[in-house]
């Protein structure tokens, strides 16, 4: 499985989406199912799945799905 895959994976289950949600348009609080709660639960399952800390900036500035990707290979993801 690549990283991306991955990446997708945890969106997918921590919001509830199907692959074709995966756009540059998926924002923060774009759907209801991204509230602050589930931004917690994908940057813990982020962190855990790529052996990553995230400093509290990234997390604030994880902002959509398009972000995400740009914000982990800040740590070395590559993707």
Do not use: P, R
């Amino acid at each position: 499985m690549t990283n991306l895959e991955k990446y997708d994976s945890v969106f997918i289950d921590v919001l509830e989406i199907e692959q074709s949600d995966l756009t540059d348009s998926l924002e923060y609080q774009s759907i209801d199912t991204w509230d602050s709660v589930a931004h917690m639960a994908l940057i813990a399952e982020l962190e855990d799945l790529f052996d990553i800390s995230l400093e509290m900036d990234d997390v604030i500035d994880f902002g959509s799905y398009k972000t995400g990707i740009k914000t982990l290979e800040k740590y070395d993801v590559k993707f």
